[in-house]
Structures are given as C-alpha cells and as structure tokens.
C-alpha cells in the first residue's frame, strides 16, 4: 500500500528529487509518520533520515527552495534543521549507535535505514516512508510499527530492556505516549522500565520536567502519573506526591486517600483548562497535607495550615526540578495557598464581604482559583457534589456582582499615599500606611464604595480620630 498521501507537502517532493541527484536513500520518519497514520492532524515537526549526509541532504534541499530561511547545522550531532514556512524539518543521517552505562549520549556511527530503525525508541517511532521517485510512499516497518498502532500498544523495537537501560529517558517517554495517545505499554516493556527505574538519576531535570508536562498536558493526566506510580518513577520524580498516598484509621475515623483524590481533580482539570501552570497547581494542591497530618480526638483528622505548608513546598519542588522560579512557580504557589478559600467561604452564608476579600486576595487570578476548585469537588456523593457545586455557582454570581459595583480584582487605593501626607502635613510616617489599610478596610468590609470621593472623606475622619489635624 503506498502512503504518498502522507507526502502531500511538495517539500517531500523536493527532498526525494534532491535525493535522487545525490544518490541518497532518504525517508521522512517517527513521529511525523505516526502521526499521519493515527490522523492526528498535520505535525509541524517533520524529521528526515538519509543515508548518507543528512547535512549534505539539508543544505542540498535548501538551495533547491526559494523563500527558505538558513539551514542550521549541528554539526557534533550531524543533524541540520531547516526552516520552511511553518515547518521544522530535521536531517539526519542513519545511524548505529552503542552505548555506554554512565551516559545517555552514545557512540554513534553511520549505519543503514534498519540500524536507524533499531535505535529508535518504539515501533511506532520507527516507522518510514520512502521519498525517492522510484519508492515514493512506500512504508518501512521491520518491526510491525503498525500493527503495535493498530493494537495502541507501545513496544520497543529491541529487547526492551536494552533499550531503557541505554536511555533511560525511554522509560518516561514510553508513558508519555501512552498518556498523550491512549495506548498500552506491553507488559515487558512495563517490566523493564520498573527494573530500570533507578536508571532514571542520569536524565536531566530538564528532560524528565518536559516530560511531565506533556503528560500533565494530555487529556487524562491520571493515566501517566498512575504509570508513573506504579513502575517506582513518580517516587524519583516527586516523592511529595507520594507521601499523599495511603487512608489511616484513628478511633473509626478514616480520611480520604490524597493520592488518588489529586489525580482525579488533575483530570477533572483537564476537561476546564488547557493552562499548565494551572494544572500543575491542580497535581500539587493538597501537597501540604502529608507533613501537616494530625488526629485530634474532638475534630478528627485535620491537615492544619496544609495550604501554607503546601505553597512553601512549591518552591523547593520547581527549585529541585530546576523549574523556572519566576511568576509560574508564584502563581501555582498562589493557587495553593488560596485552593481551600472558596470552599470555606462556600460552606457558610456567602457574603458580600467575604467575597470582595476572596477577590481581593486573589486578585487577576480569581477565574482560575475558581476552576481550580470546582475540579477539587471529587465526592461521589450525589447529594453533596450538587451541594458543592451549587455552592460554587452561588459563589461565582456573586463574585460577577461585587466586582460590578466595587471592583476588587485590580484593587488600587483611592486616595494615595501622597495625598494623604498632602492633607495632614505629613512627613513619610507609619500614619499614612495605617490610613491607607483602614480605607482597604471600609472597602471590602462594605463600609464605604470603592471611589474617591468616599475614600476621601474616610480619610478626613480617620486622621481626626488620630488625632492629626488638616493642613
Ligand atoms: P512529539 O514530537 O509529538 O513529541 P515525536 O515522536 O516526533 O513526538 P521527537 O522527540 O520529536 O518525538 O523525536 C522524533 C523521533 O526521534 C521519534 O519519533 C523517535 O523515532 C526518535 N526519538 C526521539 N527521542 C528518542 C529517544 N530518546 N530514543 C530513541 N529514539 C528517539
Ligand atoms: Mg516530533
């Protein structure tokens, strides 16, 4: 069966023309290929394998284009990208490679198409289709790549553990393309990547982060991260994760098990937003509660201050995982500490000024707490998940109502601090501050409208009170 329906892009044309002049085999391979035959939609990544000089290859094809930018050419990997519109396409040359036990970077030598084939981590990464005129579309697959897409099973196409062992990375991608795609892992492959776990420390922080993310970025998360569980990974990874596992008994009295709660509420996430940052505030929300564990004889259990203990614990995790520690890690740490507001407020008689100090608090990010914790309702109670979510529905009109009248969100002090020493002939002193928090004050507490004029006045009154007399 010819596949040239993959190759509809001329630049495909092009490259096996060019080819052809230079006597190259060449073919279009892994995921672009795999993709095509699940009718994932169009990759915009396309990698090229040519056996020959996948340099030689790229600067060929790039001559050959009109409106191309520059090949890029790294020449320690002997690999070269060009840019063409909108696509990446990546040249290589086919390759043989050995390996060694302290390093994920191997000994590599040229090969043929099948020791190219051999090096790839999954038969259905190893897929490929011809570009040569006199083979154009014809697919490649000595490892039976599409019956392992047909079955949605992950297989490696050497002895799995050979292939872990020689780059261990394989173990987490394994379980990203089982997440992203829905696919099996076969039960050897499962087994390898559980005795190689340790293997794992040689694997930058990096790598293993872009890993989660792709996982926490799918459509059920829960999927990977119950893999990644289950093969001893996620306790390299994110042992905090784990210390959320587990339901204790103390006098009859049971608590939920955190562990599996977080991941329903990742996937619950995953059906509302499409924001990382965001999901991952989801995976880590009740982090806290492990350290903070207690029975108390009258109340039961209780995670006291699980929040606060969670949000601090944010910053080592990214710190560990050599996150980035900028505004990302203070938003999640900020979803943390805020994950049980609304709840709480939701629990009582909502008020207007419970709600303008949620919004308040939360600032610009009030949407997103909100969705954070309707995901966080995960009772399987009829009753009480209509409760909740009633609740919630109840919360967010009034949220919409409060910042009609008052706009709390982006909360500027009406009357600055200037003006304040303007009034009262003050020089820079701890007056003027108390001032301005007694205006904060009046304002969320409803005691007077968020404007100037109000604020004005209220400031006139306060420095009488203490005692400061108008300039
Ligand atoms: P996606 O781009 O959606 O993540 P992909 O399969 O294209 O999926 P890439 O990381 O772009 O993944 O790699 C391209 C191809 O290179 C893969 O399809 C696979 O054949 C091969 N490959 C990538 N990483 C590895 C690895 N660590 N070990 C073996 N082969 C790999
Ligand atoms: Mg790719």
């Not at 062992?165 to 559980?194: G, N, W, Y």
């Not at 709600?355 to 939360?362: N, Q």
């Not at 109670?381 to 919630?392: A, I, T």
Request: net charge positive.
């Amino acid at each position: 069966m010819s596949h040239s329906k993959a190759l509809q892009n001329s630049i495909f044309t092009t490259i096996g023309e060019v080819a052809d002049e230079l006597q190259m085999p060449c073919y279009v391979i892994g995921g672009y290929v795999r993709d095509y035959l699940l009718q994932r939609g169009n990759a915009k990544d396309i990698d090229i394998v040519a056996v020959g000089s996948g340099i030689k290859l790229a600067k060929a094809v790039a001559a050959q284009l009109i409106d191309s930018s520059e090949v890029k050419v790294f020449k320690n990997f002997g690999t070269a990208m060009l840019k063409h519109h909108s696509l990446e396409v990546e040249f290589v040359g086919a390759r043989k490679e050995s390996y060694q036990r302290d390093s994920r970077k191997p000994i590599v030598e040229n090969g043929s198409l099948e020791d190219d084939q051999k090096r790839r981590d999954f038969t259905i990464n190893a897929l490929a289709i011809s570009l040569n005129k006199n083979t154009f579309g014809e697919l490649i697959d000595p490892f039976n790549g599409i019956t392992d897409l047909k079955d949605k099973t992950i297989r490696t196409p050497l002895e799995p553990g050979i292939t872990y062992s020689d780059d261990p990375l394989r173990m987490l991608r394994a379980i990203r393309f089982a997440t992203q795609l829905d696919f099996t892992i076969e039960t050897a492959s499962l087994q390898a990547i559980t005795s190689h776990a340790n293997r794992l420390k040689i694997i930058s922080n990096e790598r293993v982060v872009d890993e989660i993310h792709k996982i926490l970025l799918s459509s059920q998360p829960s999927k990977g991260f119950k893999l990644l569980y289950n093969t001893g990974l996620l306790k390299l990874i994110l042992p905090e994760l784990i210390a959320l596992k587990g339901i204790e008994e103390v006098e009859g009295q049971r608590h939920k098990d955190n562990f599996w709660h977080t991941l329903e509420v990742v996937d619950n996430i995953a059906k509302t937003t499409n924001n990382l940052w965001l999901r991952w505030a989801a995976l880590l929300h009740d982090i806290g509660k492990a350290p903070t564990k207690r029975f108390d004889k009258k109340i039961g259990w209780t995670f006291h201050a699980h929040e606060f203990v969670g949000s601090k614990m944010v910053y080592k995790i990214f710190k560990r995982l050599k996150m980035p520690l900028n505004e990302k890690m203070k938003f999640v740490q900020k979803m943390v500490l805020m994950s049980s507001r609304p709840i709480i407020l939701s629990e009582d008689h909502v008020t207007d000024s419970a709600v303008r100090r949620l919004v308040f608090d939360a600032g610009e990010h009030i949407e997103d707490l909100m969705t954070l914790c309707e995901a966080d309702i995960t009772t399987k109670n009829p009753k009480k998940q209509k409760r909740y979510k009633n609740n919630f529905k109840i919360v967010r009109e009034k949220i919409i109502e409060v910042e009609e009248r008052d706009r709390i969100r982006n909360f500027q002090p009406p009357v600055s601090g200037e003006e304040i020493m303007k009034v009262f002939n003050l020089k820079p002193c701890r007056e003027i501050g108390l001032i301005k928090d007694a205006i904060k004050e009046a304002i969320l507490e409803g005691e007077i409208p968020n404007n100037y004029e109000a604020a004005y006045n209220y400031m006139l009154t306060k420095g009488k009170q203490m005692g400061l007399t108008h300039a």
